[in-house]
Nanobody, 114 residues
Framework: QVQLVESGGGLVQTGGSLRLSCVVS????????MGWYRQAPGKQRELVAG???????NYADSVKGRFTITRDNAKTTVYLQMNSLQPEDTAVYYC????????WGQGTQVTVSL
C-alpha cells in the first residue's frame, strides 16, 4: 500500500519561499510520474507541477517560473520549491502520482499573507 507524507508548509509573506517535501513509500516510486497538487478553500484540487520518471517537468501556467519540482529516487521523495509566493497560492498541497492513486496523504498547508 502506498503512503504519501507531505511536509514543509507554513505561513509566509507575499514574495517569500517554501520548500515542500513528500516521502513516498511503496508503489515503485522510481518508475512513477509524480506531481504536486493543491486545493484551495472552495475550489477543486488541481495539479500544479509534474515530473516524469525521466525527470521531464511541467507546470500549471499559474506557477510557471516560480515553482520547481524535483525528485530524489534514492530517497523516494519529491520536492516542490516555491518562490515568489502570492496569496493565491494559499492552499493545502498534496503529492501523488500522475494520474493519482485513489488514496491521498494528509497534505501540508501553505498560507501566504499579504
Amino acid at each position: 500500500q502506498v503512503q504519501l507524507v507531505e511536509s514543509g508548509g507554513g505561513l509566509v509573506q507575499t514574495g517569500g519561499s517554501l520548500r515542500l517535501s513528500c516521502v513516498v513509500s511503496g508503489g515503485f516510486f522510481s518508475i512513477r510520474n509524480m506531481g504536486w497538487y493543491r486545493q484551495a478553500p472552495g475550489k477543486q484540487r488541481e495539479l500544479v507541477a509534474g515530473i516524469t520518471a525521466g525527470r521531464i517537468t511541467n507546470y500549471a501556467d499559474s506557477v510557471k517560473g516560480r515553482f520547481t519540482i524535483t525528485r530524489d529516487n534514492a530517497k523516494t521523495t519529491v520536492y516542490l520549491q516555491m518562490n515568489s509566493l502570492q496569496p493565491e497560492d494559499t492552499a493545502v498541497y498534496y503529492c501523488n502520482k500522475v494520474p493519482e492513486y485513489a488514496s491521498w496523504g494528509q497534505g501540508t498547508q501553505v498560507t501566504v499573507s499579504l
